[in-house]
């Protein structure tokens, strides 16, 4: 069995790309052939990383960035070059160039869409691409989806229900290595308060003004850190000094890897504080289910957010784009030790029972089989 999962950049830096990469390694593991096609996003150069004997990065050189999709003519041709090798190509949706690729490649093996997300604010991209995004579902075979909700809203994929498969997203254990410095920085930044910690780009679906203001009404023994960066970083300082919150709301930029467990550790609650359905299922919740903590996130309709985070479970929903409620739910949590305790558990619980790597590998595998023994009967 050899597979090749096509999509977005390398490296990590966002929810799709992270999800191709623990397919390839958790595939990897079991000795399975399994590939990363994409770009290099850190260089207009192309770069192939031989992570272990089963698993090759190919992360390709782009000529520009429109949107968000990286236009990459190396990358057809470098999966021309190399398709013949694999039996199933998982492709992965929403990105344009990964799917302009294999219409492009010749492959003629067994397709799998793995459908992320619809995309949602770039309509003109759409217009132009949606021709393209139909001849990939009706050339998959599955497609497949992170979460029911979302496979039963997505107005593009109810013609297809008949290829509809759910395969929740999984991460792998965590690390809980602590960083001194990080932890030092993080406690002075706190200052003896309670934490509320938040991770992504800011950018504008993530939500971060409505958390920035629903600290106004936070306890003064709450403070709000958020991590990550993104060309709306300078609106949001902004925003954080005209309510006068520069001791409560610290904008820390880019978290990296190895300190990212130090964060999650040190947090007493995380939140999610996105607004729109391009927040399809909310990788980042996961994580910190793992670390054990309780969650506050957001009710996005058609968006699987509120089903990972499950009401009273491993956390409390809120309305979007509502400051007042995230704060009541973030103080109600904070505020009551025995609440925050029994959600905390859940959430671990529930990251255990259902998104883990390997719940999320075995899933795919049935899938994978199911296709390699049609093909075998096809040969015949």
């Not at 997505?154 to 932890?183: D, F, H, T």
Request: aromatic residues 10%; glycine residues 6%; positive net charge.
């Amino acid at each position: 069995m050899k597979i090749l999962h096509i999509g977005k950049f390398y490296p990590v830096y966002g929810g799709v790309e992270k999800v191709m990469y623990d397919f390839c390694d958790g595939l990897s593991r079991m000795g399975i052939r399994s590939d990363f096609l994409g770009v290099n996003a850190d260089a207009t150069t192309t770069n192939i990383v031989k992570v272990n004997e089963y698993f090759t990065v190919y992360a390709m050189s782009y000529i520009k960035k429109v949107a968000s999709t990286y236009l990459s003519t190396s990358m057809i041709s470098q999966l021309k070059k190399i398709h013949r090798q694999y039996d199933i190509v998982h492709i992965h949706h929403p990105d344009p160039m990964a799917c302009l690729a294999l219409y492009l490649s010749g492959f003629k093996g067994k397709v799998i869409c793995h459908w992320h997300s619809d995309i949602v604010r770039q309509k003109t991209i759409l217009k132009f691409y949606k021709p393209l995004q139909t001849w990939m579902l009706k050339r998959a075979s599955f497609v497949v989806g992170t979460s029911p909700v979302y496979l039963e809203y997505s107005p593009y994929l109810q013609p297809y229900k008949e290829k509809l498969r759910l395969v929740p997203i999984g991460i792998p254990p965590v690390v809980k290595s602590l960083n001194p410095v990080a932890v030092q920085k993080i406690a002075a930044m706190a200052n003896g308060r309670k934490m509320v910690f938040s991770l992504g780009r800011l950018i504008y679906y993530k939500g971060y003004q409505y958390l920035i203001d629903a600290a106004k009404y936070l306890t003064d023994d709450i403070c709000v850190i958020v991590g990550g960066k993104g060309p709306l970083k300078e609106e949001f300082e902004q925003r954080i000094a005209a309510n006068g919150l520069q001791d409560k709301v610290f904008l820390v930029g880019r978290v990296e890897d190895e300190d990212l467990s130090s964060y999650f550790s040190s947090c007493d609650l995380f939140c999610l504080p996105s607004t729109e359905r391009s927040e399809a299922f909310g990788i980042v919740q996961v994580e910190a289910m793992a670390y054990g903590k309780p969650l506050v996130a957001t009710r996005i309709e058609g968006s699987g957010v509120s089903w990972v985070n499950e009401e009273n479970v491993s956390g409390l929903n809120v309305e979007i784009e509502n400051a007042q409620d995230l704060a009541d739910k973030i103080n109600a949590i904070l505020g009551d030790e025995a609440l925050a305790k029994r959600l905390g558990d859940g959430a671990l619980m529930r990251y255990e029972m259902s998104f883990t790597q390997e719940k999320m590998v075995d899933s795919i595998l049935p899938l994978y089989q199911q296709l390699l023994k049609e093909d075998i009967h096809n040969k015949k």
